[in-house]
């Protein structure tokens, strides 16, 4: 089975307009008839048309919870204050720490990082045996 676009995407280099680029999305366009929408993106700029040509301006806005999660995000809670922070590290690369309050969302700086080593997982209601 053949599978023919229904969106064209045509991207440019960053920041390098998208005139020429909207033009060759055009043409692209009309060479396909089963393609009924187009975008063009340089990275700052994006425009959707039609197979029109016409702007579609009416397109919601992009969402951070449509973007995909890159963090693993943990509660901590210190116990000594009470106060509640957010540890996060990226999905790919745990050394890359970030702290931040989970109240005010400031980052904490911080000069020394150790290693703590986790045993298993806990319920909060029945105790359980943790394995390692």
């Given at each position: 089975m053949n599978w023919?676009?229904?969106?064209?995407?045509?991207?440019?280099?960053?920041?390098?307009?998208?005139?020429?680029?909207?033009?060759?999305?055009?043409?692209?366009?009309?060479?396909?008839?089963?393609?009924?929408?187009?975008?063009?993106?340089?990275g700052l700029e994006v425009k959707c048309i039609d197979r029109q040509g016409e702007v579609l301006n009416d397109l919601p806005k992009c969402r951070p919870q449509f973007l995909p999660e890159t963090k693993d995000k943990r509660l901590y809670m210190n116990l000594k204050n009470g106060k509640k922070y957010i540890y996060a590290t990226e999905l790919d690369d745990s050394e890359n720490v970030e702290i931040y309050d989970s109240e005010t969302g400031l980052f904490v700086e911080y000069d020394l990082k150790s290693s703590i080593p986790l045993i298993g997982n806990g319920v909060a209601v029945v105790p359980i045996t943790a394995d390692e």
């Amino acid at each position: 089975m053949n599978w023919i676009p229904y969106i064209f995407a045509e991207i440019k280099r960053f920041d390098t307009g998208i005139e020429d680029a909207t033009a060759q999305l055009i043409s692209y366009m009309e060479a396909d008839p089963s393609v009924r929408l187009g975008i063009v993106t340089d990275g700052l700029e994006v425009k959707c048309i039609d197979r029109q040509g016409e702007v579609l301006n009416d397109l919601p806005k992009c969402r951070p919870q449509f973007l995909p999660e890159t963090k693993d995000k943990r509660l901590y809670m210190n116990l000594k204050n009470g106060k509640k922070y957010i540890y996060a590290t990226e999905l790919d690369d745990s050394e890359n720490v970030e702290i931040y309050d989970s109240e005010t969302g400031l980052f904490v700086e911080y000069d020394l990082k150790s290693s703590i080593p986790l045993i298993g997982n806990g319920v909060a209601v029945v105790p359980i045996t943790a394995d390692e």
